[in-house]
């Protein structure tokens, strides 16, 4: 019996600390808005300790996740588009997608090597012809599993952003990004 009332207390003890510790939280929180910073900005830093894990792909063009090789799951097309990107770390213009037609044709065949379909083809077409909206559905496909994955406040560094009219790209470091 004594037990279970030492458990109890030392819960509700816990829970009381807890909640005195919250409210001092959420005042600091509120002078760093205060202050000017965002609640974005205060989210990030909170994270900011934690660390980048690394990307590896695979001589079949299969994507791990760090140590544990978690596989991200993307279909041939999405997954040649992010290996596109892997590729130029210097970022794609989406209205330049077009001079990169063929490059991605070839990692497409590479990804799919059973051969380029007609309709593979024109997806292909669909995906790098910038007054489509099939690159911003490709790179929302690939947010969403990186988000999935990972934690929001680092899955940024995984997936295609970047800002309107200029050159999008895939923020990890190339050092992070292992090709066997």
């Not at 596989?71 to 001079?99: A, N, T, W």
Request: aromatic residues 8%.
């Amino acid at each position: 019996m004594t037990d279970t009332k030492d458990t109890t207390k030392n819960d509700e003890l816990r829970k009381t600390r807890c909640s005195i510790l919250l409210e001092e939280v959420k005042e600091r929180v509120q002078q760093l808005k205060d202050y000017g910073m965002s609640e974005k900005e205060i989210v990030a830093h909170l994270h900011s300790d934690q660390s980048l894990i690394p990307l590896m792909i695979s001589k079949s063009y299969r994507i791990f996740l760090g140590d544990e090789r978690r596989e991200v799951q993307l279909e041939p097309l999405v997954k040649s588009l992010y290996l596109l990107f892997l590729r130029h770390p210097e970022g794609i213009i989406f209205k330049d997608l077009p001079d990169y037609r063929q490059e991605l044709a070839d990692i497409y065949n590479k990804v799919r090597p059973w051969g380029l379909t007609d309709r593979a083809l024109h997806s292909i077409e669909d995906v790098t012809n910038p007054m489509l909206n099939s690159i911003n559905e490709k790179c929302a496909k690939i947010k969403k599993v990186f988000i999935a994955m990972h934690d929001s406040s680092i899955a940024d560094q995984y997936y295609i952003k970047g800002t309107r009219g200029k050159a999008k790209k895939i923020a990890l470091p190339r050092d992070l990004v292992v090709w066997e």
